[in-house]
């Protein structure tokens, strides 16, 4: 078995409304049909990454409700070890409401919950673990304490460290320092660096800017427009696979499966980039987030796809 990934970050239910369009500030829209699934950053990264065939473990925390249940019976049915799942009684379980409009767009709002559980000591528990992973990975849907302090283990102990910085808040020196791989949608990215990202050129500058605190690598996610890659001595665009949205929702956590398993696989870093671009892709052509999620073999044959097609 190849060596683990682990995940640290939130689960959330995710209940969700499709409609025509979004409400303004104040107003209430109909929508046309309502979804319950699972959801949360951390978790949708940790499945997505157990469906490519990787090695996961989750460290996150769920409340002892029915959507904690749900949670547990779901990393049973894929085969997740709950080893470093903790179940808190006393408190409720991540919510996010998630309204999509016509062209798969979204607006999410999330109660934490359990989440904000989620402790350092839970991070110590798995040391071992994150001694013998390939890469860990973090998002900020709960402490950023807990969150900093195991990008700071995994980077002592030499495992390439993964962040997605969603959703964005001021991050110190330190977490910089300890993260080799960030990826920051656009809105991220302008929050973290105040470049607003409308150009492939701010996409690089703002992936400079994150270099210049430490990072090893920036990948600034651009949804549509695809992604740019940022090193030190590198700066290069990689185009999103064109297909019709239906949902956004977890596409970036897409993405962050595809390409752990990638990298944890060995894969050079532009084929680790355009498996995660099909897997995110076909992410985004079913409503949901878990049940949206390709097999490897469809994520595969869509990649083979695209490279005849270039
Ligand atoms: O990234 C998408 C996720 O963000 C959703 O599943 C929702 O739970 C929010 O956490």
């Known amino acids: 078995?190849?060596?683990p990934i682990v995940v640290v970050g939130s689960y959330n239910v995710g209940l969700f409304i499709k409609g025509q369009r979004l409400p303004v500030k104040g107003e209430t829209v109909i929508g046309d049909s309502f979804y319950e699934g699972a959801g949360g950053k951390g978790s949708n990264q940790a499945l997505c990454t157990a469906k490519m065939g990787g090695n996961v473990h989750f460290i996150g925390c769920v409340g002892g409700d029915r959507y904690g249940r749900d949670a547990c019976d779901l990393y049973d049915s894929m085969g997740i070890s709950r080893e470093f799942l903790s179940v808190d009684e006393t408190i409720h379980s991540g919510i996010s409401f998630v309204i999509i409009d016509s062209n798969g767009d979204n607006l999410i709002s999330v109660a934490l919950g359990a989440n904000n559980r989620l402790s350092p000591q839970h991070v110590d528990k798995a040391r071992t673990l994150i001694e013998g992973a390939a890469m860990l990975a973090c998002q900020l849907e709960g402490p950023l304490d807990t969150f900093a302090h195991a990008l700071k283990m995994a980077h002592?102990?030499?495992v390439t460290t993964f962040l997605d910085p969603a959703p964005a808040c001021p991050l110190s020196e330190e977490v910089y320092r300890n993260t080799d791989?960030?990826?920051?949608?656009?809105?991220?990215?302008?929050i973290l660096t105040g470049i607003s990202v409308d150009t492939y050129a701010d996409?690089?500058?703002?992936?400079?800017?994150?270099?210049?605190?430490?990072?090893?690598?920036?990948?600034?996610?651009?949804?549509?427009?695809?992604?740019?890659?940022?090193?030190?001595n590198e700066e290069r665009h990689f185009p999103a696979v064109k297909v019709e949205a239906v949902d956004a929702t977890g596409a970036g956590d897409a993405f962050a499966g595809g390409l752990l398993v990638a990298l944890a696989e060995e894969k050079p870093i532009d084929e680790a980039i355009r498996f995660a671009s099909c897997v995110a892709a076909l992410s985004v052509t079913k409503v949901g987030v878990v049940n949206a999620l390709p097999s490897r073999e469809e994520a595969e044959s869509l990649m083979a796809r695209t490279l005849q097609s270039s």
Request: aromatic letters at 4%; glycine letters at 16%.
């Open 181 to 190: 791989i960030i990826a920051p949608n656009e809105s991220e990215a302008e």
């Open 1 to 3: 078995m190849s060596k």
């Open 203 to 232: 996409a690089a500058k703002a992936g400079r800017v994150f270099l210049s605190r430490g990072v090893r690598t920036a990948i600034v996610k651009l949804g549509g427009r695809g992604s740019m890659y940022v090193t030190e």
């Open 156 to 158: 002592g102990l030499g």
